[in-house]
């Protein structure tokens, strides 16, 4: 029975992104008390490639930037860290210094630094950096969760209604039964039991859904063994639910796949793509619009051409 790896780094960008305003709320109340949600946010994560360019972005960490609104009116950056990978990072505080200045730097903007360590060292605990020069003295004091901490209290974790109550149960149960796939099976149906009971939106169940999906990994014969379950707990809840959840991942799934078969003719046909063409067809949520590119991409007949073609597609998409 092989163990397939388990992925964190894609599944908290994509739970972070969907449930922003709880993230901050469950993890760092003090920051969330300050920004006006009504005023909503923005994410720009092109931010990250010109904070550090030169850096292998999202190797060891998920970073968010999101723009925000504070209730006394000024405009705000928040720069999220979560270190995902488990292991001691002697430069993450420097990080998250170096981050904020630039960031600070570049839109002269006060800036929220925080950080979940999702690690397993128990005294890693990172929450500053500084130093001090010819009586001169910089430094950066940030907010850090510690996951691990959560282990401690569990009961709290059941009781919360917080979308990352859930998130968090997932991520120590997926660590815990590493090489345990029976008891990663029996942990996987109770979350996804607690979904329902704890009475979740539509909305909030499929995205916590997909995230346990995505980072509680199965074996092939219990992956089996969970949709039975899953099919078996529908009927009696009488929900339609879950039988969403397995259209949308599904329908994600070929989503994704077209995607990188639109990027690999490219590369086949032209070689070198241009990252700005990767990262718009990676963006594009269209299926139809996806199949045109596919059938563009294999009888087009150049890079340049294809990315006019691109160009007027998503100007008719956001029209």
Known sequence: ?????TDYDSPWKEVIESFFPRFLEFFFPDAYAVI???????????????????????????????????????????????????????EFAQRMYTYNYRLFDRHQKQVISLAVLADEEVNWRPSSYSYSLGGCRVSLDFPVAKLLDYEAQWETLEQSTNPFSVVVMAHLKTKATHRKPESRLQWKLSLLRRLFERGYSREEILGLFRFIDWIMVLPEELARSFKTEVRSYEEVQRMRYVTSIERLAKEEGMLETLKQNVIKILQTRFGVVPEPVVEVINGIENMSMLETLFTSAITIGSIEEFQMVLNESTSKGES
């Open 1 to 5: 029975m092989t163990e397939q790896r």
């Open 36 to 90: 006006d949600w009504e005023r909503g946010y923005e994410f720009l994560d092109t931010e990250l490639q010109q904070l550090e360019p030169d850096a292998e972005i999202g190797k060891r960490l998920v970073d968010k930037v999101a723009k925000v609104w504070l209730l006394n009116g000024e405009e705000a950056w928040v720069l999220v860290h979560v270190e995902v990978q488990g292991q001691y990072d002697s």
